[in-house]
Protein backbone atom coordinates (compact mmCIF):
# COMPACT_ATOMS: atom_id res chain seq x y z
CA UNK A 1 0.00 0.00 0.00
CA UNK A 2 1.44 3.27 -1.22
CA UNK A 3 1.93 5.87 1.68
CA UNK A 4 -0.67 8.31 2.49
CA UNK A 5 0.75 12.33 1.93
CA UNK A 6 -1.70 15.39 3.51
CA UNK A 7 -1.47 18.34 1.88
CA UNK A 8 -2.55 21.20 3.47
CA UNK A 9 -3.97 24.49 2.28
CA UNK A 10 -4.59 27.63 4.03
CA UNK A 11 -6.97 29.80 1.43
CA UNK A 12 -7.85 33.48 2.46
CA UNK A 13 -9.99 35.51 -0.56
CA UNK A 14 -8.27 32.89 -3.33
CA UNK A 15 -10.72 32.81 -5.55
CA UNK A 16 -8.89 34.07 -8.63
CA UNK A 17 -6.23 31.25 -8.53
CA UNK A 18 -7.28 28.10 -5.98
CA UNK A 19 -9.22 25.96 -8.70
CA UNK A 20 -5.80 26.00 -10.44
CA UNK A 21 -4.05 25.01 -7.26
CA UNK A 22 -6.48 22.69 -6.22
CA UNK A 23 -6.34 20.93 -10.22
CA UNK A 24 -2.38 20.97 -9.70
CA UNK A 25 -3.06 18.69 -6.71
CA UNK A 26 -5.56 16.40 -8.37
CA UNK A 27 -3.27 16.05 -11.42
CA UNK A 28 -0.77 14.56 -9.02
CA UNK A 29 1.18 11.05 -10.30
CA UNK A 30 1.16 9.99 -7.35
CA UNK A 31 -2.65 9.50 -6.40
CA UNK A 32 -2.82 8.06 -2.41
CA UNK A 33 -2.80 12.03 -1.17
CA UNK A 34 -5.29 13.76 0.58
CA UNK A 35 -5.83 18.01 0.55
CA UNK A 36 -6.59 19.49 3.38
CA UNK A 37 -8.47 23.27 2.30
CA UNK A 38 -9.12 25.53 5.67
CA UNK A 39 -10.84 28.59 4.18
CA UNK A 40 -9.82 31.11 6.34
CA UNK A 41 -12.70 33.60 6.63
CA UNK A 42 -12.78 34.39 2.86
CA UNK A 43 -14.87 37.20 2.08
CA UNK A 44 -15.10 36.47 -2.08
CA UNK A 45 -16.34 33.48 -3.97
CA UNK A 46 -13.45 30.71 -2.74
CA UNK A 47 -16.69 28.54 -1.35
CA UNK A 48 -18.64 28.52 -4.19
CA UNK A 49 -15.45 27.44 -6.20
CA UNK A 50 -15.03 25.09 -3.53
CA UNK A 51 -17.83 23.38 -3.56
CA UNK A 52 -17.44 22.34 -7.11
CA UNK A 53 -15.19 19.61 -6.31
CA UNK A 54 -16.36 16.47 -6.24
CA UNK A 55 -13.31 13.96 -4.63
CA UNK A 56 -13.24 12.17 -1.55
CA UNK A 57 -9.84 13.33 -1.33
CA UNK A 58 -10.30 16.89 -0.95
CA UNK A 59 -11.64 17.95 2.87
CA UNK A 60 -12.83 21.36 3.14
CA UNK A 61 -12.62 22.86 6.30
CA UNK A 62 -14.37 26.47 7.27
CA UNK A 63 -13.07 29.23 9.37
CA UNK A 64 -15.82 31.99 10.31
CA UNK A 65 -13.35 34.81 10.22
CA UNK A 66 -10.02 35.50 9.18
CA UNK A 67 -7.51 34.71 11.75
CA UNK A 68 -4.34 34.28 9.59
CA UNK A 69 -2.25 31.52 7.63
CA UNK A 70 -0.84 29.96 10.75
CA UNK A 71 -3.92 29.21 12.78
CA UNK A 72 -5.39 28.19 9.54
CA UNK A 73 -2.26 25.32 9.05
CA UNK A 74 -2.61 24.32 12.48
CA UNK A 75 -6.29 23.40 11.97
CA UNK A 76 -4.43 21.51 8.87
CA UNK A 77 -2.53 19.97 11.54
CA UNK A 78 -4.60 18.88 13.62
CA UNK A 79 -6.79 17.10 10.95
CA UNK A 80 -4.40 15.45 8.48
CA UNK A 81 -4.56 11.36 8.29
CA UNK A 82 -1.60 10.88 6.09
CA UNK A 83 2.31 9.51 6.97
CA UNK A 84 4.14 12.73 5.22
CA UNK A 85 2.54 15.92 4.85
CA UNK A 86 3.36 19.01 2.83
CA UNK A 87 2.46 22.95 2.51
CA UNK A 88 0.37 24.42 -0.61
CA UNK A 89 -0.09 27.45 -0.73
CA UNK A 90 -3.99 28.42 -3.12
CA UNK A 91 -2.35 30.60 -5.66
CA UNK A 92 0.87 28.33 -5.69
CA UNK A 93 1.29 24.90 -8.08
CA UNK A 94 2.57 22.29 -7.53
CA UNK A 95 4.44 20.44 -10.91
CA UNK A 96 2.64 17.11 -11.90
CA UNK A 97 5.66 14.68 -10.49
CA UNK A 98 6.33 17.31 -7.28
CA UNK A 99 4.61 14.26 -4.75
CA UNK A 100 6.04 11.21 -6.44
CA UNK A 101 9.82 12.59 -7.01
CA UNK A 102 9.90 13.30 -2.83
CA UNK A 103 8.11 10.03 -1.86
CA UNK A 104 10.23 7.91 -4.13
CA UNK A 105 13.64 9.00 -1.89
CA UNK A 106 11.89 8.57 1.31
CA UNK A 107 11.20 5.12 0.03
CA UNK A 108 14.40 4.56 -0.89
CA UNK A 109 15.89 5.80 2.22
CA UNK A 110 13.29 4.71 5.62
CA UNK A 111 16.24 7.41 7.48
CA UNK A 112 14.83 10.29 5.82
CA UNK A 113 12.82 13.05 7.70
CA UNK A 114 12.24 15.63 5.59
CA UNK A 115 12.71 15.72 1.68
CA UNK A 116 13.02 19.20 -0.44
CA UNK A 117 13.05 19.77 -4.36
CA UNK A 118 13.58 23.31 -6.41
CA UNK A 119 11.12 25.83 -6.14
CA UNK A 120 10.42 28.09 -9.57
CA UNK A 121 9.25 31.20 -9.01
CA UNK A 122 6.83 32.73 -12.10
CA UNK A 123 5.16 35.96 -12.65
CA UNK A 124 1.51 36.68 -11.44
CA UNK A 125 0.08 34.43 -14.46
CA UNK A 126 2.84 31.65 -14.63
CA UNK A 127 3.78 32.24 -17.72
CA UNK A 128 7.03 33.56 -16.85
CA UNK A 129 9.94 32.36 -14.51
CA UNK A 130 11.76 34.82 -13.09
CA UNK A 131 14.01 32.99 -10.63
CA UNK A 132 14.22 29.30 -9.37
CA UNK A 133 15.83 27.92 -6.09
CA UNK A 134 17.56 24.36 -5.69
CA UNK A 135 18.57 23.07 -2.32
CA UNK A 136 21.90 22.65 -1.95
CA UNK A 137 21.95 20.99 1.59
CA UNK A 138 21.99 17.04 3.03
CA UNK A 139 22.24 16.25 6.27
CA UNK A 140 20.31 17.75 9.68
CA UNK A 141 18.73 20.94 8.97
CA UNK A 142 18.59 22.79 12.81
CA UNK A 143 22.13 24.45 12.20
CA UNK A 144 21.69 25.39 8.65
CA UNK A 145 18.47 27.09 9.80
CA UNK A 146 19.82 29.04 12.33
CA UNK A 147 22.84 30.32 10.13
CA UNK A 148 20.03 31.47 7.39
CA UNK A 149 22.36 30.01 4.85
CA UNK A 150 19.24 29.23 2.50
CA UNK A 151 20.97 25.82 1.47
CA UNK A 152 17.89 24.07 3.03
CA UNK A 153 14.94 27.01 3.76
CA UNK A 154 12.77 28.28 0.43
CA UNK A 155 9.66 28.98 2.73
CA UNK A 156 7.01 26.03 3.41
CA UNK A 157 8.74 23.29 0.43
CA UNK A 158 9.39 20.30 2.66
CA UNK A 159 7.41 17.05 2.21
CA UNK A 160 7.57 16.12 6.20
CA UNK A 161 7.68 12.35 7.41
CA UNK A 162 5.14 12.38 10.31
CA UNK A 163 6.91 11.44 13.78
CA UNK A 164 5.05 10.46 16.58
CA UNK A 165 6.68 12.00 19.58
CA UNK A 166 6.80 15.39 17.57
CA UNK A 167 3.91 18.19 18.10
CA UNK A 168 3.33 20.09 14.46
CA UNK A 169 2.49 23.92 15.37
CA UNK A 170 2.79 27.02 14.09
CA UNK A 171 2.89 29.92 16.00
CA UNK A 172 0.39 32.43 15.87
CA UNK A 173 1.91 35.51 17.29
CA UNK A 174 4.02 35.91 14.62
CA UNK A 175 3.25 37.62 11.07
CA UNK A 176 6.79 37.32 9.64
CA UNK A 177 9.14 34.32 9.80
CA UNK A 178 6.02 32.03 10.94
CA UNK A 179 7.59 29.26 8.16
CA UNK A 180 11.39 29.41 9.29
CA UNK A 181 10.44 29.23 13.00
CA UNK A 182 8.22 26.09 12.58
CA UNK A 183 11.49 24.05 10.81
CA UNK A 184 13.47 24.73 13.27
CA UNK A 185 11.05 23.51 16.10
CA UNK A 186 10.69 20.60 13.68
CA UNK A 187 14.56 19.73 12.90
CA UNK A 188 16.09 20.29 16.14
CA UNK A 189 16.61 16.16 16.80
CA UNK A 190 20.42 15.43 15.16
CA UNK A 191 18.97 11.65 13.73
CA UNK A 192 16.44 14.24 11.34
CA UNK A 193 17.60 14.07 7.91
CA UNK A 194 17.32 16.46 5.32
CA UNK A 195 17.37 15.60 1.82
CA UNK A 196 16.29 17.09 -1.58
CA UNK A 197 15.46 16.39 -5.36
CA UNK A 198 17.29 18.60 -7.99
CA UNK A 199 13.38 18.06 -9.55
CA UNK A 200 10.68 21.13 -9.75
CA UNK A 201 8.62 20.20 -6.66
CA UNK A 202 6.83 23.87 -6.66
CA UNK A 203 5.90 26.53 -8.56
CA UNK A 204 5.49 29.90 -6.65
CA UNK A 205 2.90 32.62 -8.03
CA UNK A 206 4.81 36.50 -7.12
CA UNK A 207 3.24 39.45 -7.72
CA UNK A 208 1.71 39.57 -3.88
CA UNK A 209 2.78 41.12 -0.81
CA UNK A 210 6.18 39.70 0.21
CA UNK A 211 7.67 39.89 3.77
CA UNK A 212 10.31 41.58 2.21
CA UNK A 213 8.23 44.49 1.71
CA UNK A 214 7.32 45.21 4.91
CA UNK A 215 10.84 45.49 6.89
CA UNK A 216 9.74 46.43 10.59
CA UNK A 217 7.23 43.33 10.02
CA UNK A 218 10.50 41.00 8.95
CA UNK A 219 12.50 42.88 12.11
CA UNK A 220 10.16 41.94 14.23
CA UNK A 221 9.42 38.58 13.28
CA UNK A 222 13.10 37.90 13.33
CA UNK A 223 13.45 39.05 16.91
CA UNK A 224 10.30 37.23 18.32
CA UNK A 225 12.20 33.89 16.75
CA UNK A 226 15.64 35.39 18.44
CA UNK A 227 13.25 35.55 21.46
CA UNK A 228 11.76 32.16 21.24
CA UNK A 229 14.85 30.00 20.35
CA UNK A 230 17.54 31.21 22.59
CA UNK A 231 15.22 30.17 25.61
CA UNK A 232 14.73 26.67 24.23
CA UNK A 233 16.65 24.05 26.39
CA UNK A 234 17.29 22.27 22.94
CA UNK A 235 19.31 25.34 21.99
CA UNK A 236 22.44 26.36 23.26
CA UNK A 237 23.72 29.98 23.12
CA UNK A 238 26.30 30.27 20.66
CA UNK A 239 23.90 28.86 18.25
CA UNK A 240 21.15 31.38 19.55
CA UNK A 241 23.35 34.46 18.40
CA UNK A 242 24.86 32.79 15.45
CA UNK A 243 20.78 33.53 14.48
CA UNK A 244 20.89 36.83 15.67
CA UNK A 245 24.02 38.05 13.78
CA UNK A 246 22.78 36.56 10.58
CA UNK A 247 19.14 38.19 10.65
CA UNK A 248 20.94 41.41 12.02
CA UNK A 249 23.29 41.17 8.71
CA UNK A 250 20.29 40.59 6.79
CA UNK A 251 17.91 43.17 8.13
CA UNK A 252 20.91 46.02 7.50
CA UNK A 253 21.36 45.12 4.13
CA UNK A 254 17.63 45.21 3.75
CA UNK A 255 17.31 48.73 4.86
CA UNK A 256 20.49 50.30 3.52
CA UNK A 257 18.83 48.78 0.04
CA UNK A 258 15.91 50.61 0.33
CA UNK A 259 18.52 54.13 1.54
CA UNK A 260 17.19 53.69 4.69
CA UNK A 261 20.03 53.92 6.56
CA UNK A 262 19.23 55.05 9.71
CA UNK A 263 17.23 51.97 10.39
CA UNK A 264 19.68 49.92 8.95
CA UNK A 265 22.15 51.38 11.71
CA UNK A 266 18.99 51.23 14.36
CA UNK A 267 19.74 47.65 13.54
CA UNK A 268 23.08 46.64 14.44
CA UNK A 269 23.10 48.44 17.88
CA UNK A 270 19.69 48.02 18.85
CA UNK A 271 19.30 45.01 21.62
CA UNK A 272 17.28 42.14 21.19
Not at 52 to 58: E, L, N, P, S, T
Not at 82 to 91: P, R, W
Not at 111 to 121: I, P
Not at 193 to 210: A, F, I
Request: proline content about 4%; some cysteine.
Amino acid sequence: MKPLISIIMPSYNAAPFINEAVESVKGQSYSNWELLIIDDGSTDNTQAILSKFDDDRIKIFTIPNNHGVSNARNMGLSNFQGEYFTFLDADDIMPVDSLLVRIEIFLNDPSVSFVDGKVVSYNSRLELAKNSWTPTFTGNPFLELAKLSGTCFWGPSWLIKKQSNQNYSFNTNLTHGEDLLFYLQISQSPEYRYLYTEREVLHHRTGHVSAMSNLEGLENGYRKIFNLIKENPNINWSQALMFKRKSKSIMFKSFAHRLRFWSAFKVLFNDW
